[in-house]
């Protein structure tokens, strides 16, 4: 049977009794954890910048709300995607995840999943996110294909860059341009600076994230801006959140967003500083909490957006 797979136990950074360990069949979990549906944070951080330029679509147009439709289509293409990026990923790190504590019990290195499997399930979920993409207008449908090419790359720059985080950004922004694209068909300067805000978040937050993994990293020679930047990873932090916030905020001021949109952004900097202050880089556990931490910042901004469309309709 093609879906046979040995289920030989979570992977050891997934999250302890999910449902994915309680509730599905053996033969599925190994692919749950190929898609990390254990760990949401993941499609959330996709999620965030489609579902902010959503917002400041709604803002620009005077609408009262983002589009549910396409906030609905966001959420399952980043579920979707996420889980075909991780696959992917793991695909091509294979050989880094067996050396690597915490990684190496992932599906693929630990057996449980082989490598015609993966790459199967790939497409089955790039075939979700396909069905997604078409809902679209033309512009964006043609934009959605575009960012392929950085999460196609990305997997790689942690061999040749020390700066894979800043990758990461580019692939997991990208949504900032999409919200926008799908209420307008085309693209302003709003999108465009809040997308390299974003781009700014997540090199801070994987920052974070990858403080877990830098013993490993170094022995087995992956690249990092956690390893760049050392014990300077604090004030690092504080100027990439800083740069993030003032383009976000040069963002909403671009789509003529009001008093709320900006409430948002300033109590969502309050806590990307939480961030920054608390943060022991030699507490893989505390680096993982802040990690997550940053899905509630973008629940911050967005209902900030969502409130300051609102006033401005009614």
Known sequence: MFFSTKDTGPVADAVKRHWVDTHLPAWARPYARLARWERPIGWWLLLWPCWWSAGLAAIAQEAPWPNPWHLALFLIGAVAMRGAGCTYNDLVDEDIDAQVERTRSRPIPAGQVSRLQAKVFLVLQALVGLVVLVQFNTFAIGLGVASLLPVAIYPFMKRITNWPQ?????????????????????????????????????????????????????????????????????????????????????????????????????????????????????????????????????????????????????
């Open 166 to 314: 800043f990758f990461l950004g580019l692939a997991f922004s990208w949504g900032a341009l999409m919200g926008w694209a799908a209420a307008f068909g085309s693209l302003s300067w709003a999108p465009v600076v809040l997308y390299i805000g974003g781009i700014s978040w997540t090199i801070g937050y994987d920052t974070i994230y990858a403080h877990q993994d830098k013993e490993d990293d170094a022995l087995v020679g992956v690249k990092s801006t956690a390893r760049l930047f050392g014990a300077w990873t604090k004030p690092a932090i504080f100027l990439l959140y800083a740069a993030a916030t003032v383009l976000f905020v040069v963002a909403a001021s671009l789509a003529d967003a009001g008093p709320a949109a900006f409430a948002g952004i300033v109590i969502g900097a309050a806590h990307l500083a939480w961030q920054a202050i608390i943060l022991d880089i030699d507490d893989p556990d505390q680096c993982l909490k802040l990690f997550r931490s940053n899905a509630t910042y973008g629940w911050i901004l967005f209902a900030g957006f969502v409130v300051d469309g609102l006033i401005h309709w009614l």
